[in-house]
């Protein structure tokens, strides 16, 4: 059984700092690419962080470039999304995901297993 688990998320002042850790187990990690998207309640899941399975190419959405940074583990079977600078707009559940292939994939239909969440909230 594959299980992602989240977690790092909380309550941050604009312009702070969190790290998301994402540990994963029932497949083997470094196989696979991995993701992080955020949702919003009224708004449609979107794509912030992919990284692909040796952690040598990375792919960003256009409003976290910058600001946040993706890395792995394989040893510890752990996704990171280290978000710096953040904002209000950065307000959301951020999900880790484990994709189907080795690669970089910003399309949600491309993971196959989720984590159940991180909530992240950020004040003006």
């Known amino acids: 059984q594959v299980q992602l688990v989240e977690s790092g998320g909380g309550l941050v002042q604009a312009g702070g700092s969190l790290r998301l850790s994402c540990v994963t187990s029932g497949r083997t990690f470094s196989r696979y690419g991995m993701g992080w998207f955020r949702h919003t309640p009224g708004k449609e899941r979107e794509f912030v962080a992919a990284?692909?399975?040796?952690?040598?190419?990375?792919y960003y959405a256009d409003s976290v470039k910058g600001r946040f940074t993706i890395s792995r583990d394989n040893a510890k079977n752990t996704v990171y999304l280290q978000m710096n600078s953040l904002k209000p707009e950065d307000t959301a559940v951020y999900y880790c995901?484990?994709?189907?292939?080795?690669?970089?994939?910003?399309?949600?239909?491309?993971?196959?297993?989720w984590g159940q969440g991180t909530q992240v909230t950020v004040s003006s």
């Open positions: 995901a484990q994709g189907r292939g080795l690669e970089v994939n910003s399309a949600d239909s491309r993971y196959d297993y």
């Open positions: 990284i692909n399975w040796i952690g040598r190419s990375t």
